[in-house]
């Protein structure tokens, strides 16, 4: 198992941006996929990026353009970089990691991810 702590949220203006980082231990991290999901209040929690252990990305089109993933796996850290944040990104961000040599499919889900962190709040001010 890998314990997670994302840090980096924090309130912003529309149009500012933020780096959240997911910092782990406990793990083989740098052979787990990464994943970063999303929680509205009052929606379901969706992926916002994912990155495999042999760096693939995948980014939703909600956010393509404007968040960027990435890792350092010296440092068992995954970032995700958040630019022309928006009201509607205004969320619980939580990362998660998959199992050692793990993939997704098509896109991220939940199941694919077995170990969460607690989340950090982003919350975007118009």
């Known amino acids: 198992q890998v314990q997670l702590v994302e840090s980096g949220g924090g309130e912003v203006q529309a149009g500012g941006s933020l780096r959240l980082s997911c910092a782990a231990s406990g793990g083989t991290f740098a052979r787990r996929p990464v994943g970063w999901f999303r929680q509205a209040p009052g929606k379901e929690r969706e992926p916002a990026a994912a990155?495999?252990?042999?760096?693939?990305?995948y980014v939703a089109d909600s956010v393509k353009g404007r968040f960027s993933i990435s890792r350092d796996n010296f440092k068992n850290t995954v970032y995700l970089q958040l630019n022309d944040l928006k009201p509607e990104d205004t969320a619980v961000y939580y990362c998660?990691?998959?199992?050692?040599?793990?993939?997704?499919?098509?896109?991220?889900?939940?199941?694919?991810?077995?170990?969460w962190g607690q989340g950090t709040q982003v919350t975007v001010s118009s």
């Open positions: 998660a990691a998959g199992r050692i040599l793990g993939d997704w499919g098509t896109s991220p889900s939940r199941t694919d991810f077995g170990s």
């Open positions: 990155i495999s252990w042999l760096g693939r990305t």
